[in-house]
């Protein structure tokens, strides 16, 4: 046999041997609590459906035919929605953190990230020519210490709320030690936006920082129920990622209703603002229920809260009983968190009920 296809199998072997192989499932009929649909606007009409265009396709490049008057407007509407002085559209979050990592840092310079950073951003820095560390998640002391042994220009990788953890990132304290070291700080707020902040704007707005971050990521996947993302900071930092962010420049524009379905998404947020108090009410409901029992979790204020069930096996099998009960909750396996931090990542919606939430925690045992 050809060495190519035994090598293909002896890894999807050892993914098997370990429990963690992973598997595309279509799980239907189950009450979603793990999707990243935080406000239910994944199936809202009146975002997803587009009245009659011209275009649809966006034909090329956006430096070549991809670009038009719609994609710039709502460029133009993001900016101000997100009180920043400019936006440019990804394709999708994972592209964006691709681009603005890749393209940014230079050689000679020091990327610090948080030790939980999202595997986009550990792609982006992989492909950029700095040196790269990771600090101890959430740790200000750890950082400092990173800065102090670091070359070059410093470049600050966090998430406002983290995507496997839920929990925040103390965004204050890190604005302050980027002044200090005259470090530019990138945040990734995936998770927050649509979730925190008058409008859903994110919490680097919710805290007043927005002038104080050199740039955010900004992704429209999750609350937001629809795809693309975009990358907000001053007109420099859109000039510069159009002539060097290879994301950016190397693959076709987004098609038309994506990008309208991206504004749609805020206007019809900004009409229906109580969603986000019906989400965190109900994310109130769930902290208040998980207090005080035999699990391990992480605290979090997020629509993302984990139980910890260590190893693969265990908790793959009470993910499969939690299933078999009728709600969709996935497992989070090594080596997507570390070894003994294996989880069940139960996401809350809008759309969920408090009699939901009490017949999930019945079937784990909460
Ligand atoms: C923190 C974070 N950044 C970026 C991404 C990627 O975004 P997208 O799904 O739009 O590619 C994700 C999604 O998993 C995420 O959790």
């Not at 790269?132 to 670091?150: A, Q």
Request: aromatic share 8%.
């Amino acid at each position: 046999m050809n060495s190519h296809i035994n090598h293909i199998k002896e890894k999807l072997e050892q993914r098997k041997s370990e429990n963690a192989l992973r598997e595309l499932k279509v799980n239907e009929n189950l009450v979603d609590f793990c999707s990243n649909d935080y406000l239910g606007f994944a199936s809202e009409k009146e975002i997803h459906f587009q009245e009659k265009l011209n275009l649809y396709g966006a034909t090329g490049s956006r430096l070549i035919s991809g670009n038009n008057k719609v994609t710039e407007g709502v460029e133009d509407f993001l900016a101000t929605y997100y009180k920043a002085e400019s936006a440019l559209i990804f394709n999708s979050g994972y592209n964006a953190n691709i681009g603005v990592f890749s393209s940014l840092p230079q050689r000679g310079d020091t990327i610090i990230y948080d030790e939980l950073i999202h595997a986009s951003i550990r792609d982006g820095i992989r492909l950029s020519n700095a040196n790269s560390f990771s600090f101890k998640h959430n740790d200000i002391n750890s950082l400092k210490e990173k800065i102090k042994n670091s070359k070059g220009q410093v470049w600050i990788a966090v998430e406002s709320i983290y995507s496997m953890d839920g929990d925040e990132a103390p965004l204050e304290e890190l604005v302050e030690i980027a002044k200090k070291y005259d470090a530019a700080l990138i945040v990734d707020e995936a998770h927050a936006c649509g979730v925190f902040g008058e409008k859903g704007e994110g919490l680097v707005v919710e805290h007043g920082l927005e002038n104080d971050v050199f740039a955010r990521i900004v992704t429209f996947g999750k609350a937001f129920g629809a795809h693309g993302a975009v990358v907000l900071g001053n007109k420099l930092l859109r000039d510069y990622l159009i002539n060097y962010s290879r994301a950016f420049i190397y693959t076709t524009a987004l098609p038309l209703p994506s990008v309208l379905a991206m504004k749609k998404a805020h206007n019809f947020l900004e009409n229906n603002l109580e969603r986000i108090d019906v989400l965190k009410n109900l994310i109130s409901y769930f902290k208040e229920k998980i207090i005080n029992n035999q699990y391990q979790i992480i605290n979090s204020n997020s629509a993302i809260q984990c139980i910890i069930v260590p190893g693969n096996n265990e908790i793959r099998q009470l993910a499969e009983k939690i299933q078999n009960n009728g709600f969709d909750v996935r497992p989070i396996l090594s080596p997507t968190v570390p070894k003994g931090q294996e989880r069940l990542r139960i996401c809350i919606h809008a759309f969920n009920t408090e009699e939901q939430i009490d017949g999930l925690l019945k079937v784990i045992g909460i």
